[in-house]
Nanobody, 123 residues
Framework: VQLQASGGGLVQAGGSLRLSCAAS????????VGWFRQVPGKERELVAA????????SYADSVKGRFSISRDNAKNTVYLHMNSLKPEDTAVYYC?????????????????WGQGTQVTVSS
């Protein structure tokens, strides 16, 4: 599975962005996909994850009610819709996929990673 993240940028606090994670590979549509973020000096943390069917989703407490994750399996793409952005959301955002199991917060459980996309929220 190959993953390509895009959609990052600079936005003012209160604004919105949509990140996209385009997947390729035979099993990409059956993978659990997660969005993680990382700031320098801190651990990479899960922001949101979604099962292959899209039925089950998981969010970090810090983004509940502001971010939503969705997927379009016909396009092999997973989206992270980010609203009401805050300066503390500034980070490099990564998408990752795991081919078995369900959503999990542990980065060690994910098998494939895309390159990061920078999100910067100005105050």
């Amino acid at each position: 599975v190959q993953l390509q993240a895009s959609g990052g940028g600079l936005v003012q606090a209160g604004g919105s962005l949509r990140l996209s994670c385009a997947a390729s590979g035979r099993t990409s549509s059956s993978a659990v996909v997660g969005w993680f973020r990382q700031v320098p000096g801190k651990e990479r943390e899960l922001v949101a994850a979604i099962t292959s069917s899209g039925v089950r989703k998981s969010y970090a407490d810090s983004v509940k009610g502001r971010f939503s994750i969705s997927r379009d399996n016909a396009k092999n793409t997973v989206y992270l819709h980010m609203n009401s952005l805050k300066p503390e959301d500034t980070a490099v955002y990564y998408c990752a996929a795991r081919l078995s199991g369900t959503v999990t917060r542990r980065k060690e459980d994910y098998d494939y990673w895309g390159q990061g996309t920078q999100v910067t929220v100005s105050s």
